[in-house]
């Protein structure tokens, strides 16, 4: 035996486990038997990947059973699972979260900073409470355009009633794009019986998901926003004319 391998004792220090929990997953069919050397078992870095990947499944809330269905279907690879999982869970914010205080917030938006508009914040995400007065701004770009559109006049009430609109209509595009991933690359991978020559191009396609949406989007809201200004103030410069008539 060489030194990668691990008694069950050993296996259960190295995984965080109980040697009772490790006979379980065993009895389940969860973990693969171990070599057997002279009446003792012996486990290896197959058994301890594993083992970290069901703990892995159960802090993101899967029961035992799901994970065995998960393993079933996908053959038993815990290191192609883990790549899935590692590129749907990746965090797509690029901004470094940021604190504000009360105090900090009034002096950025005056006296339109009310208990009521910061409650407001809260409901739809742009502001987190931390206790203390004091609160994380997940993505701080939109405390600051929401300073930008208030110095331009628009009251902060308004601007943060576009901002819970325009969340709305994003979870609506948002869905359509993963229902598009899930039709038509996800579905023809499952139905192929998760083919293990295609995990990559699959992993590729989910991490590429979001900026490709998001390029997307922008593209689309560019030609509808030149559009819809122009349309606009075309019709408030027939009024105008019209007026002076």
Request: glycine residues 6%; hydrophobic residues 40%; contains cysteine.
């Amino acid at each position: 035996m060489d030194e990668s391998t691990l008694t069950i004792e050993q296996l259960a220090a190295e995984s965080g486990m109980t040697v009772r929990n490790i006979r379980a997953h065993r009895a389940r069919g969860l973990l693969d038997a171990p070599q057997v050397r002279e009446r003792i078992g012996y486990y290896g870095p197959e058994h301890l990947d594993r083992l970290r990947l069901i703990v892995q499944m159960q802090s993101d809330g899967f029961n035992l059973r799901a994970i065995g269905r998960l393993l079933e279907e996908t053959k038993g690879r815990p290191e192609l699972l883990l790549s899935l999982k590692q590129a749907v869970s990746m965090p797509w914010e690029t901004e470094q979260p940021r604190v504000f205080t009360r105090e900090e917030l009034r002096a950025r938006f005056g006296e339109q900073s009310t208990a009521q508009t910061i409650e407001h914040a809260q409901q739809i995400g742009v502001l987190v409470a931390l206790g203390d007065d004091r609160f994380r701004a997940p993505i701080p770009s939109s405390i600051d355009a929401a300073e930008e559109v208030v110095r331009r006049g628009v009251p902060l009430g308004h601007a943060l009633a576009l901002t819970a609109k325009l969340q709305e209509h994003c979870r609506a595009v948002a869905r359509e794009f993963v229902q598009l991933f899930l039709e038509d690359v996800w579905q023809p991978f499952a139905e192929a019986g998760y083919p293990e020559e295609r995990w990559s191009e699959v992993t590729e396609s989910i991490e590429r998901l979001r900026p490709l949406s998001s390029q997307a989007l922008l593209a689309a809201y560019q030609m509808t926003m030149s559009q819809e200004v122009e349309d606009s103030f075309g019709r408030e410069m027939e009024r105008l004319t019209a007026r002076r008539r």
